[in-house]
């Protein structure tokens, strides 16, 4: 597993991440809960998600 990018939305802080060595281009998101494929036909449902930075998750 390999950790793509940090992302926030609303008050939620999340984790996107690939486990699929052979699609480096897929990634699923997680709130450490549930996770959730992110691919090119529900990517339009997380344009409001803003990417943020390892910092500003720690402080919260």
Do not use: L, W
């Amino acid at each position: 597993m390999v950790i793509v990018g940090y992302y926030a939305h609303g008050n939620k802080h999340y984790v996107a991440f690939n486990g699929d060595e052979e699609h480096p281009d897929r990634f699923m998101i997680t709130d450490g809960f549930h996770d959730r494929s992110v691919n090119e036909r529900n990517v339009s449902k997380y344009k409001e998600y803003v990417r943020a930075e390892t910092i500003q998750i720690e402080n919260c």
